[in-house]
T-cell receptor, first 111, second 113 residues
Framework: TQLLEQSPQFLSIQEGENLTVYCNSSSVFSSLQWYRQEPGEGPVLLVTVVTGGEVKKLKRLTFQFGDARKDSSLHITAAQPGDTGLYLCAGPKAAGNKLTFGGGTRVLVKP | KAGVTQTPRYLIKTRGQQVTLSCSPISGHRSVSWYQQTPGQGLQFLFEYFSETQRNKGNFPGRFSGRQFSNSRSEMNVSTLELGDSALYLC????????????FGPGTRLTVT
C-alpha cells in the first residue's frame, strides 16, 4: 500500500474539458509537491503546498492542500493537449526525510 | 543554469553484468537523489547523497550502491543485474538535503535482457 494514493490512475478527456486529480493519505504531511512527467523525460516540479487549506494557482492549474494536510488535489480548467502527462504528488515521509511519491495519474487530453 | 544531466540515456545489459550510471546536478546543488521508476512500482527512492555522504537509503538490496564526488557529481552502480532491474533511473538534485523540491534529470533507461 502506497503512503500516497492517487486517483484516478488514468484519465482521458477532450480538449477544453476540466479535470481533477486527487492525492490522499492517512498520514499528515508537512508539505506536498506536485510534478508532471512527460514521456521520455524526468518529472518537473509544478508547485509545493505547505499550509493546510492553501490554494495555489498556476495559469489553468489549481492546487489545493487539505485542511488536515492529509490530501491534495489538482484541478485543470479547459485542458489542452499540452497538459498530457503523468501527474505525481510527493511528500516527505518524515521531517527532513526522503520524499515518497504517489503512484501517479496518467492524463491524456485529446485534441 | 544548466539542468541535471544523466549519462547514458539508454543502456542495454545482460543478466549478471554490472552497470554504472552518472549524474551531474544543477550547479550549486549539493544534494543528489536517485530513484527507480517502473510501471508496476512507480517512483521509488533509492538513496540520497549530500556532501559526499549517503544521507538516506531506500528499501533496495545491497546490489544497488552509489557515491558522490567532491564536485557533487554522483554515480550509482548496480551489480549482478536481474531482469527486474529494467527501469528508468532518475537522478534529482536539490540545494538542500532532505525531502525538498527535486529537480530531475531526463533519466537513464536501463534494459536487462
Amino acid at each position: 500500500t502506497q503512503l500516497l494514493e492517487q486517483s484516478p490512475q488514468f484519465l482521458s478527456i477532450q480538449e477544453g474539458e476540466n479535470l481533477t486529480v486527487y492525492c490522499n493519505s492517512s498520514s499528515v504531511f508537512s508539505s506536498l509537491q506536485w510534478y508532471r512527467q512527460e514521456p521520455g523525460e524526468g518529472p518537473v516540479l509544478l508547485v509545493t503546498v505547505v499550509t493546510g487549506g492553501e490554494v495555489k494557482k498556476l495559469k489553468r492549474l489549481t492546487f489545493q492542500f487539505g485542511d488536515a494536510r492529509k490530501d491534495s488535489s489538482l484541478h485543470i480548467t479547459a485542458a489542452q493537449p499540452g497538459d498530457t502527462g503523468l501527474y505525481l504528488c510527493a511528500g516527505p515521509k518524515a521531517a527532513g526525510n526522503k520524499l515518497t511519491f504517489g503512484g501517479g495519474t496518467r492524463v491524456l487530453v485529446k485534441p | 543554469k544548466a539542468g541535471v544531466t544523466q549519462t547514458p540515456r539508454y543502456l542495454i545489459k545482460t543478466r549478471g553484468q554490472q552497470v554504472t550510471l552518472s549524474c551531474s546536478p544543477i550547479s550549486g546543488h549539493r544534494s543528489v537523489s536517485w530513484y527507480q521508476q517502473t510501471p508496476g512500482q512507480g517512483l521509488q527512492f533509492l538513496f540520497e547523497y549530500f556532501s559526499e555522504t549517503q544521507r538516506n537509503k531506500g528499501n533496495f538490496p545491497g546490489r544497488f550502491s552509489g557515491r558522490q564526488f567532491s564536485n557533487s557529481r554522483s554515480e550509482m552502480n548496480v551489480s549482478t543485474l536481474e531482469l527486474g532491474d529494467s527501469a528508468l533511473y532518475l537522478c534529482a538534485s536539490s540545494p538542500q538535503a532532505g525531502a525538498y523540491e527535486q529537480y530531475f534529470g531526463p533519466g537513464t533507461r536501463l534494459t536487462v535482457t
